[in-house]
């Protein structure tokens, strides 16, 4: 099972609204990753967890706020977004190794489709 | 910083053509490089990866193939097919923590 699933698919939300993305994989993978997606551009990575720790923040704004409850689950709450921060959102991992050095494949979930009115 | 970039940005081919997608990177310090496909409104799906000791990879119709000394990498489609026609991105891990970087993509349009 190579599969990294993304809940929800779409979600529409106010600027004043929380909402949480989820993320869930069944590989044993150790490295999860949050990447945002434009129209026509390549991902942009956001965020990296290694053994659920934070690894890596790509100085994203803090109303975007990433957790891992444990290494199969990665959610990203979101509060108070703006209207440009619309994409597609897409939840990766990886084998993942420690001291930071990741390897091995990365596997992409289908990405949440978010909409910030 | 290390830097992808992918020519053609677009690719326009009849049916069966056979046709190379290139790849070129400014850090030739990788770890791994791997190419991606994605369907628009979809996510990644990976295609092959190539470690940093290996030269290609093979997978069906499709060979890439990697020069790390030159910052180089090509994916090759033979026999191109309509089902073919999607975005193919590469990135490359680098050796410093948990980086993939990648390309603009090229869009791949394969006429029947």
């Known amino acids: 099972d190579t599969e990294v699933t993304q809940t929800p698919k779409h979600l529409v939300m106010g600027m004043t609204n929380k909402k949480s993305l989820k993320c869930e994989q069944h590989m044993g993978h150790r490295a999860m990753y949050w990447y945002k997606q434009k129209a026509k551009k390549p991902p942009e990575l956001m965020f990296v967890y290694s053994y659920e720790k934070l690894s890596i923040n790509e100085s994203v704004p803090s109303r975007f706020s990433p957790e891992c409850p444990n290494s199969s689950l990665l959610n990203l709450h979101l509060h108070a977004l703006q209207p440009e921060d619309s994409a597609l959102y897409l939840c990766a991992s990886s084998q993942g190794r420690r001291a930071g050095v990741q390897t091995g494949e990365l596997f992409f979930g289908e990405g949440s489709r978010l909409t910030v009115l | 910083k290390q830097e992808v970039t992918q020519i053609p940005a677009a690719l326009s081919v009849p049916e069966g053509e056979n046709l190379v997608l290139n790849c070129s990177f400014t850090d030739s310090a990788i770890y791994n490089l791997q190419w991606f496909r994605q369907d628009p409104g979809k996510g990644l799906t990976s295609l092959l990866l190539i470690q940093s000791s290996q030269r290609e990879q093979t997978s069906g119709r499709l060979n890439a193939s990697l020069d790390k000394s030159s910052g180089r990498s090509t994916l090759y489609i033979a026999a191109s097919q309509p089902g073919d026609s999607a975005t193919y991105l590469c990135?490359?891990?680098?050796?410093?923590?948990?980086?993939?970087?990648f390309g603009g993509g090229t869009r791949l349009m394969v006429k029947p």
């Open positions: 990135a490359v891990h680098v050796n410093a923590g948990n980086m993939l970087t």
